[in-house]
């Protein structure tokens, strides 16, 4: 059964810092581009960020560079993002995706699989 977990949400401060994880299984990990994206209510589901754990090639979103950096361990199918001067408009609820194939930086319709998502709520 492909499972994707996301875990790691939660409230901060702005200019705090969060580290979400997600923990893969039921598939090849090294044959898939793992991203994670972010939905607000009422807004896009928007790509922050992606890792080829195949090669370690990272993307990144614009209004991330330089404050997020996802990372991955291979040997337990895990990936993290590590989310540093956080800010009130990073909240939303954070998605950890699968994409089989892709390019880094693909739209979410090209992932494959998806987890259910973890809240972070970033507070002025």
């Known amino acids: 059964e492909v499972q994707l977990q996301a875990s790691g949400g939660g409230l901060v401060q702005a200019g705090g810092s969060l580290r979400l994880s997600c923990a893969a299984s039921?598939?090849?990990?090294?044959?898939?581009?793992i991203g994670w994206f972010r939905q607000a209510p009422g807004k896009e589901r928007e790509e922050v960020s992606c890792?080829?754990?195949?090669?370690?090639?990272?993307y990144y979103g614009d209004s991330v560079k330089g404050r997020f950096t996802i990372s991955s361990e291979n040997a337990k199918k895990m990936v993290w993002l590590q989310m540093n001067s956080l800010k009130p408009e990073d909240t939303a609820v954070y998605y950890c995706?699968?994409?089989?194939?892709?390019?880094?930086?693909?739209?979410?319709?090209?992932?494959?699989?998806w987890g259910r998502g973890t809240q972070v709520t970033v507070s002025s």
């Open positions: 995706a699968a994409g089989i194939g892709i390019r880094l930086g693909a739209p979410p319709l090209m992932y494959d699989y």
């Open positions: 039921g598939f090849r990990f090294d044959d898939y581009v």
């Open positions: 890792i080829d754990p195949s090669d370690g090639s990272t």
